[in-house]
Structures are given as structure tokens and as C-alpha cells.
């Protein structure tokens, strides 16, 4: 019997369709990517699963005995409770715990007896007497191998917090995981240790994820949402096989379609050119004399027209091959000025952060203009804090940050956050960049959204729909340095081949802190850092930090 069974899931918000006719079931192990672009409906679909929301139509059922775990997009941790405090109440060992302890005292009782081994076994089943061990572990696989666990959970920063929410998870021996974007708050070491945790772990997991090598690591099933038809197709292999075979299906489809045009084409001037034949024949009078050759003529044009409806008949009663429905191909339009010097940004002996509060360095480096730098550490490390710091979203605390003449910093992280979410697109790249209207339209359509669009407020838009117009507005702007935080976290997988096309052209400086292995081999780095207990490191590159990684997330593991 399968896991989970859906029949035909129908799901609307007002007349936008977001699901049709989905069906599909999981088995007992299996590891599925759930992929489309951003508003296809994937967060909809876990939704449902999870039980969260109701299809307007359609079954799902899920086997009894099932235990999910759902991760969402956004997890919000608060409170002064400690990890360890959450940990053992989200995983039920401490509500467990005390079952147990007030069953222990009624075992005469043979329904209390009975209680006791039910809740025994469950609690064995999360290895509740070797459960601080392996919270610890899971933990230290996520990076807080050096964090008190006693610490309160307002401590942490976001993406601390969702390594928290996660390790929970992990540690409740769900059978089913429903992860939303699971890699997107995760820094490179806990999304390898997550990738390995998960290959060798016997639950099912449905993911929605852009990261393709931790897709490839994971996953042998693909469920994609159509953003045209909202319906769900189902291949097997791993996430690489899938675009391979998405692009061979769209080539080969193209392909058909052009060649059945050509035939219906050519039979239809032969038709055509039959139909003039008997139009010519049925009219053709000649004189008296030519009674003969009038009736030679009328009998060719009737066989004529014959000849152009049977032609017509075979067009009509051919298997039509559809044309395929592509999506406009998103570019994004970057074009960096050169730079009046060599000096993009420089920083002398400085201290980042809060004053009586977090703070990183003396740290002094320089990014030379037109370079290529990554910057990876662990949540916490102070990446952010780094890049706030370099384009003046903070006052250092000491030293100097001199930035080149003539740059103009492209700050995707910043413009996130101060987006004004009331203004339509149109009026904010009109009031940042000053183009007219015609070109403010003309630069939106280039980055994917239609007149109407552009006509509605900022906070209408999802994610990589705020990303898209903030790169948009670096377009407008011509600027020559691209200051760019975890920029894979939130564009579809269209918009971040894009985003890896034109980073490969772009003659600016680029700053860079990301954890996608793919995008970063992409970026083509000159120089990588690693930022960690407020010291900047210079390393080869980034390849031998993620194999540092790696050899440490397995090390973990053996001691689960």
C-alpha cells in the first residue's frame, strides 16, 4: 500500500487555477523533488499533504500509521525557551517522559500497564535515553557544536532559528518530511551535512528546492507542476537527468511540430492547387466544336476536387502535434560602466557589528574593482553584517571602509528589506532610476512583467518576483558592483540561469556570499574568504571548503 495516494486535487484562490487534476502516490523511502517555477502551486501541494489546507476537489489519503514532519518557507522560532527545551517539546520526548513517570507509579493497573508499553516503545522508537546525545549530534551536523544549548532561542538569528525548527524535525523519526526550501537558510557545511543526513535516513521526503547538486545528492523521483496546465508530471532518475530530459522532450516536440507544419503546409498547396484545377475544368466552355474536350476537362475537374478533399480530410484526421507552450526566455539586461580606477572596495582595520553586542574583526582586505569575491561562513558568522558594513548600511564600529569613485553598488540584500511594498513597480524603478514611463515599461518587460504588472504594488509579488525587480532596477541603473546575499534563496530556477548568464558577461565587481554549490562554480570566483569566529581567512577556493565540509558531515553522521 502506498504512503500517500492523491486522485485529481483541484485547488483555486478566487479564478486563479493553482492545481488541476494532480494525482500521484508515495511510496515507503522514496525521495522526491516537487519542482515548477515560483506561483505553480508547489507550496500549495505540501500545504495539502501536510493538512493545512483542503483541496477544493479530489482525494488524498494517507496511511494511518504516517508521522509527517512539514517544514515551511518561513519559520518563525521565538521566545525564551532554550533549544534543548524545544527540541525535547516539539519531539514529544518530554510530554513522553512524563507519561511514563506517572504510568510507572499505576503498573497494578492492567489498562495502565498496557498505557506504559505503548508509550514505552514510542518513546524507545525516538531514542528518548540517548536523546541528548543525538540532539547534540543533529546540532553539531547544523553548526552548533560550539553554541550553550541552554541559550534562549530570541538569541539566534533567523537563520539559526530554522536550523532549529529543522533539527526538530529530524529528530521526531517522522516517516514523511515535507520540506519547503529547506537549503535556503542553511550555510554550506549544514546543507551538506542535511544532503548526507537525508540519503542514508529511511524516511520519504518530498522537496522543494533551486539547489540542483543537493537535489542531485538526494532525490530519484521528480513531481514538476506545469505552469500552464497546473497539472503534475512524474519522471524517474535524479534532478540532472530530469532537465535533460525536459530539454531533449521540448527539442523533440519543436521538432514535430515543425515538421507536420511543413507537411499540412505542402498539402494544403496541393489542395490548393486541385481546387484551381477544377474551378478552371467545371468553367472551361470552349466552343461548339469542343463538346468532347468540354467533357474531358468537366470529368478531370471533378476528380480534381475529389483529389482536394480527400487531401483536406487527411489534414483534418492527422494526430495533431501541439505546439509547444514555452514560457518568453527570462534575460536579465546588465551592462556595469567601467570604473574610473582600480579601487573597488577597501577596508582597513575594521570593526563590524553593535556596539555591546555582536561585532567581527579588525579585518582588512580589499576587493580589487571588476573582481569576483565570495565570502562563505557559517550562520551567525557575520556574512550579513560584513556586507551591511561594506555598503554603508552600518557605521563600522572602528577602521575605515573606502569605497572606489564612480562605483555604484548593487545591493540586492538592502532593497529587499526596504522594498516600499505600497508602491506600484512602475512608480519605484520611475522614482530610483528617473526613466520615462515608456522606458520604466520597457525595462519591466524585459525582466518578465506585462503592463498590468507593473501596475500593481510591490507587495503583491513573491520572492523572486521582488528579485526580478530589483534587478530591474540595477539594469536602469547601470551599476558596476553587484553586492549579492544568498541570491539563489528566492529566484526560480529559470530566473537563476538568467541571474549564471549574465554574471558570465558582467564587467563589474561582483561580492558574493551564497552556499549553492552549482551557482557558485558558475560565478567563476578570483578570490574566496572564509569568514569565521570574526576572522576573514583566504582559501584556495571554494572547492576545498566544501570538501572540508563533506569529510566532516560524514564523521557526524557515524556518531548518529
Not at 508515495?26 to 506561483?39: D, M, P
Amino acid at each position: 500500500m502506498s504512503m500517500i495516494k492523491a486522485q485529481k486535487l483541484h485547488k483555486s484562490y478566487g479564478s486563479l487555477v493553482v492545481l488541476s487534476d494532480v494525482s500521484f502516490s508515495l511510496e515507503r523511502g522514496q525521495k522526491v523533488a516537487l519542482v515548477g517555477h515560483n506561483g505553480t502551486g508547489k507550496t500549495t501541494l505540501l500545504k495539502i499533504i501536510a493538512g493545512l489546507e483542503d483541496p477544493d476537489s479530489g482525494d488524498i489519503n494517507i496511511a494511518k500509521d504516517v508521522c509527517i514532519g512539514y517544514l515551511p518557507q518561513d519559520t518563525s522560532l521565538s521566545g525564551n525557551e532554550s533549544i534543548m527545551d524545544y527540541l525535547r517539546r516539539v519531539t514529544g520526548i518530554d510530554t513522553l517522559e512524563k507519561e511514563i513517570n506517572d504510568l510507572s507509579l499505576e503498573l497494578g493497573n492492567p489498562d495502565k500497564a498496557r498505557r506504559y508499553d505503548e508509550v514505552h516503545t514510542k518513546y524507545e522508537h525516538l531514542d528518548g535515553y540517548s536523546f541528548a546525545h543525538k540532539a547534540e549530534v543533529v546540532l553539531s551536523g547544523f553548526g552548533f557544536d560550539s553554541v550553550e544549548l541552554d541559550r534562549p532561542l530570541s538569541n539566534f538569528s533567523s537563520g539559526q532559528k530554522s536550523k532549529v525548527a529543522l533539527a526538530g524535525i529530524l529528530l521526531k523519526g517522522v516517516d514523511l518530511l515535507l520540506l519547503d526550501e529547506p537549503t535556503n537558510n542553511l550555510d554550506l557545511p549544514a546543507l551538506i551535512w542535511l544532503e548526507d543526513f537525508l540519503q542514508k535516513s529511511e524516511a520519504s521526503c518530498i522537496i522543494v528546492s533551486h539547489d540542483r547538486r543537493f537535489l542531485d545528492g538526494v532525490v530519484r523521483k521528480i513531481f514538476e507542476l506545469d505552469w500552464h496546465t497546473h497539472t503534475l508530471t512524474i519522471t524517474r532518475g535524479t534532478y540532472s537527468d530530469y532537465l535533460e530530459m525536459v530539454a531533449k522532450r521540448i527539442a523533440s516536440q519543436k521538432k514535430e511540430y515543425a515538421l507536420q507544419q511543413e507537411e499540412i503546409e505542402r498539402l494544403s498547396d496541393r489542395a490548393r492547387e486541385k481546387r484551381a484545377d477544377s474551378a478552371r475544368g467545371s468553367h472551361w466552355s470552349g466552343n461548339d466544336n469542343d463538346k468532347f474536350l468540354r467533357g474531358f476537362k468537366r470529368d478531370r475537374a471533378g476528380k480534381s476536387s475529389k483529389v482536394a478533399k480527400g487531401i483536406e480530410k487527411r489534414i483534418e484526421q492527422m494526430d495533431k502535434v501541439e505546439r509547444p507552450v514555452e514560457r518568453k526566455p527570462f534575460e536579465i539586461h546588465l551592462e556595469a560602466e567601467t570604473g574610473s580606477d582600480r579601487i573597488g572596495v577597501l577596508l582597513s582595520d575594521v570593526v563590524a557589528g553593535y556596539p555591546k553586542a555582536f561585532s567581527i574583526g579588525p579585518l582588512s582586505f580589499e576587493v580589487p574593482y571588476g573582481d569576483r569575491v565570495g565570502i562563505m561562513g557559517l550562520n551567525g558568522s557575520g556574512k550579513s553584517t560584513l556586507l551591511k558594513t561594506i555598503t554603508s548600511r552600518i557605521v563600522p564600529l572602528s577602521g575605515k571602509v573606502e569605497v572606489g569613485t564612480g562605483i555604484r553598488i548593487g545591493n540586492m540584500m538592502q532593497e529587499h528589506e526596504t522594498l516600499p511594498r505600497k508602491h506600484s513597480l512602475l512608480e519605484f524603478l520611475v522614482e530610483q532610476a528617473h526613466p520615462s514611463h515608456q522606458e520604466s515599461y520597457a525595462i519591466l518587460s524585459k525582466f518578465g512583467f506585462d503592463e498590468r504588472q507593473a501596475k500593481l504594488p510591490i507587495d503583491t509579488l513573491s520572492p523572486g518576483g521582488r528579485a526580478r525587480l530589483l534587478l530591474a532596477l540595477f539594469s536602469a541603473e547601470s551599476v558596476n558592483m553587484l553586492v549579492l546575499d544568498e541570491p539563489t534563496n528566492h529566484l526560480d530556477l529559470e530566473a537563476l540561469d538568467a541571474l549564471e548568464e549574465t554574471l558570465a558577461t558582467y564587467r563589474g565587481t561582483i561580492l558574493l556570499v551564497s552556499h549553492d554549490r552549482y551557482f557558485l562554480e558558475k560565478a567563476s570566483l578570483d578570490t574566496t574568504y572564509v569568514l569565521s569566529d570574526g576572522i576573514l581567512t583566504k582559501i584556495p577556493d571554494y572547492k576545498a571548503y566544501v570538501k572540508s565540509a563533506e569529510e566532516r558531515a560524514k564523521k557526524l553522521l557515524k556518531l548518529l
